[in-house]
């Protein structure tokens, strides 16, 4: 499965800023997802990472608060803007391979946890 | 639109005891992907297992198994022989095979399994 190194690990922000996330994989994949998990809660998807077109957000969330990059086939990056304590979570990168099932599966990143004050 | 409920939030099993942790999804689809994601303490999101809708026979990868009923809408995994690096949460999702909400996983809330030594 792909490897994927996402960063800033985590960092502390202050509100009204905006902060970038990182994703790169080891290899090229058609499909990147970004999703939000809040504190305690479960995964919430952002967005569909598309390479050569505008990303596609899922309900809640849009470009303006969360513009998308997707240059190439390896990398993606997510920026949160205007940052409000509210967007305190783990920003998750992860990239969707077919196994020899056919399954859909997902490979993570290890997350950004972001803090805003 | 699918639904993932895990009805319990947190649970804990003595080292080498057995647990089930459970998850019931509701959809319209007949054709669909059900997967346990495992997150320990490091945030890492790794694939425990997977289960394809159409096959009767229940998945399993070492201490891992599942029960899918699917008359039921109910999928639980089991762990055997639990293990200290177990603990983690652990994430029932679902994911449709085709169609516009494919690759696009509906996670449920998440169980924190405690092993206990």
């Known amino acids: 499965s792909a490897v994927i190194s996402q960063k800033p690990s985590r960092d502390i922000c202050q509100r009204g800023t905006s902060l970038t996330i990182q994703c790169q994989v080891d290899s090229q994949v058609t499909m990147m997802f970004w999703y939000r998990q809040q504190p305690g809660q479960s995964l919430t998807l952002i967005a569909t990472a598309n390479q050569g077109s505008e990303a596609t957000y899922e309900s809640g969330f849009v470009i303006d608060k969360f513009p998308i990059s997707r240059p190439n086939l390896t990398f993606s990056t997510l920026t949160v803007s205007n940052m409000s304590p509210e967007d305190s979570s783990i920003y998750l990168c992860s990239v969707s391979g077919g196994d020899s099932s056919g399954a859909n599966v997902l490979t993570f990143g290890a997350g950004s946890r972001l803090t805003v004050l | 639109a699918q639904t993932v409920t895990q009805s319990q939030p947190e649970m804990s099993v003595q080292e080498a005891e057995t647990v089930t942790l459970s998850c019931t999804y509701d959809t319209s689809e007949s054709n669909y992907y059900l997967f346990w994601y495992k997150q320990p303490p490091s945030r890492q999101m790794i694939l425990v297992i997977r289960?394809?809708?159409?096959?009767?026979q229940n998945a399993t990868e070492n201490r891992f198994s599942v029960n899918f009923q699917k008359a039921a809408k109910s999928f639980s995994l089991k762990i055997s022989d639990s293990q200290l690096g177990d603990t983690a949460m652990y994430f029932c999702a679902f994911d449709q095979i085709s169609g516009a909400g494919s690759y696009q996983l509906t996670f449920g809330k998440g169980t924190k399994l405690s092993v206990i030594p």
């Open positions: 289960q394809e809708a159409y096959k009767q």
